[in-house]
């Protein structure tokens, strides 16, 4: 009798043990095949109102569809975008967390930067690259540059910035260090219109512009800034007399163009970053999506997944072959 009161107490407590136990090993499983579960975050380096905001925003309206969660912008300017991709660096890798990268912007970072940056761009989870947007070289109206040789004549221009690394840095130390005209970078602004708006003011003189964000090239249509050149091969048909820089004799500088890519923490599940890139690719299928791309007068070049390795390993060589330069840039 003792026994069988001892055997009866004692299932009393395995039994929901046991029961316990099972569920914490079906936890896992359950939360991955229910991925995602919560909302997303999508960090963007940058203020509101440039291309990268821009495109983030115009993205966020399909992919919040598909995955079927909200996608929450978030903001976090400062360092040239470096805040925003060391959170991204430091943040849990279970998916619900994604931020857009400034290439070959972030890698001058990595490889040059001062602090060095937390993160290693060959290490993160790679969603997919949503464009590749061209610059045009422009001047404050103001300002008495019109061509090329004012700029080689001035004792400095002066170039407004958001901060080093970013890839309208990278395409301003290049140029100057190509064309053999002296910047002098006044760096620190939270985003391109803001550093549009100090040449507007007479803070700065000149820089590089993404042709694909209204809002920079809102400048140029106003005639606050005046195009000087285009980083093209062939003429723009927005702006058929600005030269190129193969016309002016560089055209070696037709690359640089600012890739805005999309990437997760490195150590992301397969399954769930397979979900992702899915939806990813699917967006770009969305009309209201296209829409809003129209109506910025910018065009998609989405490359998902692991096919932007590739491309990631070609600029990271570029940058190394012009590594002088930037060592010597950095303040």
């Given at each position: 009798?003792?026994?069988?009161?001892?055997?009866?107490?004692?299932?009393?407590?395995?039994?929901?043990?046991?029961?316990?136990?099972?569920?914490?090993?079906?936890?896992?499983?359950?939360?991955?095949?229910?991925?995602?579960?919560?909302?997303?975050?999508?960090?963007?380096?940058?203020?509101?109102?440039?291309?990268?905001?821009?495109?983030?925003?115009?993205?966020?309206?399909?992919?919040?569809?598909?995955?079927?969660?909200?996608?929450?912008?978030?903001?976090?300017?400062?360092?040239?975008?470096?805040?925003?991709?060391?959170?991204?660096?430091?943040?849990?890798?279970?998916?619900?967390?994604?931020?857009?990268?400034?290439?070959?912007?972030?890698?001058?970072?990595?490889?040059?930067?001062?602090?060095?940056?937390?993160?290693?761009?060959?290490?993160?989870?790679?969603?997919?690259?949503?464009?590749?947007?061209?610059?045009?070289?422009?001047?404050?109206?103001?300002?008495?540059?019109?061509?090329?040789?004012?700029?080689?004549?001035?004792?400095?221009?002066?170039?407004?910035?958001?901060?080093?690394?970013?890839?309208?840095?990278?395409?301003?130390?290049?140029?100057?260090?190509?064309?053999?005209?002296?910047?002098?970078?006044?760096?620190?602004?939270?985003?391109?219109?803001?550093?549009?708006?100090?040449?507007?003011?007479?803070?700065?003189?000149?820089?590089?512009?993404?042709?694909?964000?209204?809002?920079?090239?809102?400048?140029?249509?106003?005639?606050?800034?005046?195009?000087?050149?285009?980083?093209?091969?062939?003429?723009?048909p927005e702006f058929p007399n600005?030269?190129?820089?193969?016309?002016?004799?560089?055209?070696?500088?037709?690359?640089?163009?600012?890739?805005?890519?999309?990437?997760?923490?490195?150590?992301?599940?397969?399954?769930?970053?397979?979900?992702?890139?899915?939806?990813f690719a699917d967006t770009f299928?969305?009309?209201?999506?296209?829409?809003?791309?129209?109506?910025?007068?910018?065009?998609?070049?989405?490359?998902?997944?692991?096919?932007?390795?590739?491309?990631?390993?070609?600029?990271?060589?570029?940058?190394?072959?012009?590594?002088?330069?930037?060592?010597?840039?950095?303040?």
């Amino acid at each position: 009798m003792q026994r069988s009161v001892i055997f009866f107490l004692t299932q009393l407590v395995v039994m929901p043990l046991a029961a316990l136990a099972l569920n914490l090993i079906a936890v896992p499983v359950a939360a991955a095949e229910d991925f995602p579960n919560k909302s997303i975050s999508w960090l963007v380096p940058y203020a509101p109102g440039g291309g990268f905001d821009l495109h983030s925003r115009a993205v966020v309206r399909g992919l919040k569809k598909r995955l079927g969660v909200s996608v929450i912008i978030k903001n976090v300017p400062g360092a040239g975008g470096n805040i925003g991709w060391n959170l991204l660096w430091k943040a849990k890798p279970d998916g619900h967390t994604l931020a857009i990268v400034n290439i070959p912007g972030a890698i001058v970072s990595e490889l040059y930067g001062k602090p060095k940056p937390q993160y290693s761009l060959r290490k993160f989870s790679w969603i997919g690259r949503i464009s590749a947007a061209p610059y045009v070289w422009a001047a404050g109206a103001k300002t008495p540059y019109r061509a090329l040789e004012d700029l080689q004549k001035a004792k400095e221009v002066i170039i407004s910035e958001v901060g080093v690394g970013g890839t309208a840095w990278v395409t301003a130390t290049l140029t100057a260090n190509v064309m053999k005209f002296k910047p002098k970078m006044i760096l620190g602004y939270p985003g391109a219109p803001a550093a549009n708006m100090a040449i507007v003011r007479g803070e700065g003189e000149a820089r590089a512009l993404g042709m694909d964000s209204p809002g920079q090239m809102r400048s140029i249509h106003e005639g606050d800034l005046v195009p000087l050149w285009v980083y093209l091969d062939k003429r723009d048909p927005e702006f058929p007399n600005v030269p190129t820089v193969g016309e002016l004799g560089y055209p070696e500088l037709a690359v640089l163009a600012s890739h805005r890519v999309v990437a997760a923490p490195p150590g992301v599940p397969k399954d769930r970053l397979k979900k992702l890139r899915e939806a990813f690719a699917d967006t770009f299928k969305d009309p209201e999506v296209l829409r809003a791309f129209k109506k910025m007068k910018a065009k998609p070049l989405p490359v998902v997944g692991d096919q932007w390795t590739p491309m990631l390993n070609s600029l990271f060589g570029l940058m190394e072959k012009y590594s002088n330069v930037f060592v010597k840039a950095m303040p």
